[in-house]
């Protein structure tokens, strides 16, 4: 820099020049600093499974599981979602005889053929899930019907890439009719696992219109989201994409794609109401699996189509900058104002009392 020379005398311009920096012979004092960068988010390659359960053939439906997975990896996926009560079946249509203050035979056995084809938690259909996790090397979120001695539950099992086992959520409230055949779940599986990926939990279907289930899920910092439904209705939409804003997490959405072929055809099974009208390629259930993000954007999906694996990148970096502007139990929570209590212990209906005075009850 130079300051202007005085016209009015003949002195020299005198130069005004900066405090000239010692640069260490080592390097310099300050590293330059490149304000473009920054720290580089994992993404994570996530499938959704859109496809239809074996009714009432357990085995089989492992086997289709199995071939989907294998295909799933082999498009370099790290984390598969499949639909609620994939093993086991989903009893759209079925009313098992049910009227108030009525059973009938019929439908008793519907149930017993129901019960044959759920699975034990823990049991060797669960340790074969845990070899294809393992050997497929994927996180894997599968939808079950799980029997516990003579009671039914509508179960999300969870297990990591090195085929372990990691937990179960079994749904709390189930809908309408599923009362009849399904039992509770309690605040004691109602988990998010921390992995290498993510964190991860499941609500299946109706219950991710609870919102205080919701916010126990955000409490305990869940980022993927997995929403296994059985419900294809275009509003569906809607709340997964409101979950994705309100929890600033990616939501995955899995459902399946039925048509009525893929149900014992009449008078093995019959949609009640319906059957006069169905054939066997009538549609049933059309899917709608969804991938969305934080930020409300669809990243796969919905598809309405026919059975699919439906796939997306997510960019992890997306939860922060989602909760920038809103983390429901964070900054914008308000606990001053309104708070949520979970209870998390089991609810076992008998506790038995040793002699030594410890505590037995039945697990779930």
Same mark, same amino acid.
């Given at each position: 820099m130079q300051a202007a020379a005085d016209q009015n005398d003949n002195s020299t311009p005198k130069k005004m020049s900066l405090v000239p920096v010692q640069t260490p012979a080592d390097g310099p004092l300050f590293a330059e600093v490149n304000m473009g960068a920054e720290p580089s988010a994992p993404t994570v390659r996530a499938t959704v499974v859109q496809a239809s359960t074996i009714f009432y053939d357990t085995p089989a439906t492992l086997d289709k599981a199995e071939r989907l997975l294998d295909e799933a990896a082999g498009h370099g996926s790290q984390l598969v979602v499949f639909p609620e009560a994939f093993i086991g079946g989903y009893p759209r249509g079925s009313t098992f005889g049910?009227?108030?203050?009525?059973?009938?035979?019929?439908?008793?056995?519907?149930?017993?053929?129901?019960?044959?084809?759920?699975?034990?938690?823990?049991?060797?259909?669960?340790?074969?899930?845990?070899?294809?996790?393992?050997?497929?090397?994927?996180?894997?979120?599968?939808?079950?019907?799980?029997?516990? %001695?003579?009671?039914?539950?509508?179960?999300?099992?969870?297990?990591?890439?090195? %085929?372990?086992?990691?937990?179960?959520?079994?749904?709390?409230?189930?809908?309408?009719?599923?009362?009849? @055949?399904?039992?509770?779940?309690?605040?004691?599986? @109602?988990?998010?696992?921390?992995?290498? @990926?993510?964190?991860?939990?499941?609500?299946?279907?109706?219950?991710?219109?609870?919102?205080?289930?919701?916010?126990?899920?955000?409490?305990?910092?869940?980022?993927?989201?997995?929403?296994?439904?059985?419900?294809?209705?275009?509003?569906?939409?809607?709340?997964?994409?409101?979950?994705?804003?309100?929890?600033?997490?990616?939501?995955?959405?899995?459902?399946?794609?039925c048509r009525r072929k893929d149900y014992p055809p009449p008078p093995e099974y019959v949609f009640s109401g319906q059957e006069e009208e169905l054939t066997p390629d009538s549609v049933v259930c059309a899917g709608g699996s969804v991938i969305i993000s934080p930020s409300g954007t669809v990243l796969a999906g919905p598809n309405y189509d026919g059975e699919a694996l439906i796939s997306a990148d997510l960019d992890l970096g997306e939860i922060a900058r989602a909760k920038f502007d809103f983390d429901v139990v964070g900054h914008y929570s308000r606990p001053e104002v309104l708070s949520l209590v979970v209870k998390d212990d089991p609810t076992n209906p008998v506790t038995f009392t040793s002699a030594s005075g410890k505590a037995e009850g039945s697990q779930k």
């Open positions: 049910v009227t108030i203050g009525n059973r009938t035979a019929k439908g008793k056995e519907e149930f017993r053929k129901y019960h044959a084809s759920a699975i034990e938690v823990p049991g060797p259909e669960v340790d074969r899930l845990a070899a294809m996790a393992g050997k497929y090397k994927v996180f894997l979120v599968m939808g079950v019907i799980e029997r516990d %001695g003579y009671t039914l539950y509508c179960t999300v099992l969870f297990f990591d890439s090195q %085929g372990h086992y990691l937990g179960k959520h079994r749904k709390v409230m189930p809908t309408a009719l599923e009362r009849v @055949i399904w039992g509770f779940g309690d605040g004691s599986t @109602i988990p998010v696992f921390d992995t290498p @990926i993510g964190k991860i939990g499941a609500a299946i279907c109706w219950e991710n219109r609870m919102p205080l289930l919701r916010t126990a899920m955000y409490a305990k910092g869940v980022e993927i989201y997995c929403a296994p439904t059985a419900d294809s209705r275009n509003i569906w939409q809607a709340s997964m994409t409101h979950i994705a804003l309100e929890g600033g997490c990616f939501v995955l959405s899995a459902n399946q794609f």
